[in-house]
């Protein structure tokens, strides 16, 4: 194998950021200082692996030099500053295995801690154990870049001085922690499977993070619907993320996917996991969704899925969360129901002229209606929202193929 | 062990009647017996209403005393405790307690210093 470019050593740090920095915390009891210290191993390692090539485990080494930059920085402080913390450094720095185990479910409850607003969970979690820029996150949450550092900031700093323990909460505790990590969970799946930005529609490595994440709550707390909803949820998503684009990474829509290339394993686990749902009588969003994902993938073509039932679902989760998201996902099945028109007055009825998707799919509902100038100015608004590239490029595609139509008629 | 001031916010204007002050007074009494049966208490107060405040300040390079409180609210200060606790679960575990007794919102803050790293 060839040696690692500079982009290749900060792919491989992203990948294992968030499990490099759980355990740095949990070895150095801060989250500054485990930080720091993955950001030192970065730089050693931009220094020695394009000549050496890439470690047997990279992982592996950026936690011992992770660990071991941080002890040094400890020691030359120490002479001025705190010799108890340096000694604890020095105490807990060869902890061998125990000290290689897994701990990022304790930093996601940290992360999503009751005492931090929502916002800042989710900010922490994909910073910490997603591993994403703060650039990525403000653009995730369409805040501007420095709203979001100072947001992280004050959160890092609440953590440290209130003393937020790193801990899973106790089985009693759960019910009230675990909807914030639901949700969190749930938006590092979303930002993997749809990217806010860059060049890349998918970025696998934060679904396979989600659904490592969702797998790894399901295992603890088999027994939470929720959980077992959000697993199915994620499974039948992502079971379609290699036919979500082509060979050149562009989208391709659900109803023109090859469904021979969906994961049959992960419908299968994920089909289970939903009638388990099924059986609740007052299932929760994550079930709810879970069951129209179902039914997507249970359609052997796109013009054999039951949109009535679709329909009815997002009626339902409306109920449950009414959110302009889930209000445009209805108005999508609303018009296979009843007809473009029903659902461009839904759409219409939103303000929501922030997100593509709104502009997007009022853009494709004029379309079917042939109403194409109002379609072309919709697209050019969809075009202007759009931070990712494919997402852009296929809305560019789409507003050509209207002036082609329109230059015909 | 850390410190944390926990402040407890009571509305303004007439205490409840003494049947159910007295009831609230014993709950809190005996709160505050576990707290210091684990070793987490280290002060608290109750407070006289706003109305008995005064303030002094600095203006102009002159010490201005003036009738208080500092801050009008519909809700003020009614009183405090300060308690050790290993981290902020421990300490809004004993918040949630006060707050089931007294059906006040409580404010936890830590205090700077002690135990930070």
């Known amino acids: ?409 | 062990m850390k410190q944390y001031l926990l402040t407890m916010y009571q509305p303004d204007g007439d205490p409840p009647p003494p049947e159910v002050l007295g009831k609230i007074m014993r709950e809190v009494g005996v709160i505050r017996e576990e707290l210091q049966a684990a070793g987490a208490w280290v002060f608290a107060g109750g407070l006289h209403p706003p109305s008995s405040a005064t303030v002094v300040r600095l203006r102009d390079g002159k010490l201005l005393t003036t009738d208080g409180p500092f801050a009008e609210g519909k809700e003020h200060v009614g009183g405090f405790n300060v308690i050790l606790a290993p981290d902020l679960d421990a300490a809004l575990e004993w918040a949630r307690k006060l707050t089931r007794a007294t059906t006040l919102p409580i404010e936890v803050r830590p205090f700077r210093g002690n135990g930070d790293h």
């Open chain 1, 1 to 409: 194998m060839a040696n690692p470019t500079i982009s290749e050593i900060e792919r491989v740090f992203r990948q294992e950021y968030g499990r490099a920095v759980a355990i740095l915390v949990r070895t150095f009891g801060g989250i500054d200082i485990a930080e720091e210290a993955v950001q030192d191993a970065f730089t050693a390692a931009v220094q020695l692996w394009p000549s050496t090539g890439l470690p047997p485990s990279p992982v592996g080494w950026i936690i011992t030099t992770a660990r071991n930059r941080a002890i040094d920085r400890a020691r030359r402080e120490a002479t001025r500053q705190d010799r108890h913390s340096a000694a604890m450094l020095l105490q807990s720095s060869d902890e061998g295995e125990e000290g290689m185990r897994d701990g990022r479910l304790e930093l996601i409850f940290t992360c999503c801690h009751p005492a931090l607003a929502t916002g800042v969970q989710v900010a922490l979690t994909l910073r910490l154990l997603g591993g994403l820029t703060t650039t990525e996150i403000a653009r995730a949450f369409l805040v501007p870049e420095v709203t979001m550092a100072q947001r992280i900031v004050r959160a890092k700093a609440k953590i440290r001085d209130a003393r937020i323990p790193y801990r899973v909460p106790s089985e009693d505790e759960f019910p009230s922690r675990i909807g914030a990590v639901l949700a969190v969970v749930y938006l590092i799946f979303n930002e993997g499977y749809d990217a806010s930005s860059g060049d890349r529609l998918v970025r696998s490595d934060l679904c396979d993070e989600a659904l490592r994440l969702g797998r790894l709550l399901h295992e603890l707390i088999p027994s939470e619907p929720e959980v077992k909803g959000l697993l199915a949820l994620i499974l039948l998503i992502d079971s379609r993320r290699l036919a979500r684009t082509d060979p050149n990474g562009n989208l391709v829509l659900l109803a023109e996917q090859d469904r021979a290339l969906w994961n049959r394993d992960q419908i299968n686990e994920g089909l289970g996991l939903a009638r388990e749902c099924l059986r609740s009588s007052d299932p929760g969003p994550y079930q709810i969704q879970a069951a129209i994902n179902a039914i997507h993938c249970d359609a052997p073509t796109a013009a054999s899925t039951d949109w009535p039932e679709i329909l009815r679902l997002y009626t339902r989760l409306y109920a449950l969360q009414p959110n302009p998201i889930i209000a445009l996902n209805r108005a999508v099945a609303l018009a296979e129901v009843e007809g473009a028109k029903a659902a461009l007055g839904a759409v219409e009825e939103l303000n929501f002229s922030g997100y593509y998707l709104f502009h997007a799919i009022r853009a494709d509902l004029l379309r079917r209606l042939s109403r194409n100038t109002e379609a072309a100015l919709a697209y050019d608004a969809a075009i202007g929202c759009a931070n990712n590239l494919k997402e852009r490029e296929f809305l560019i595609q789409r507003r050509q193929a209207l002036a082609v139509t329109d230059l015909r008629s």
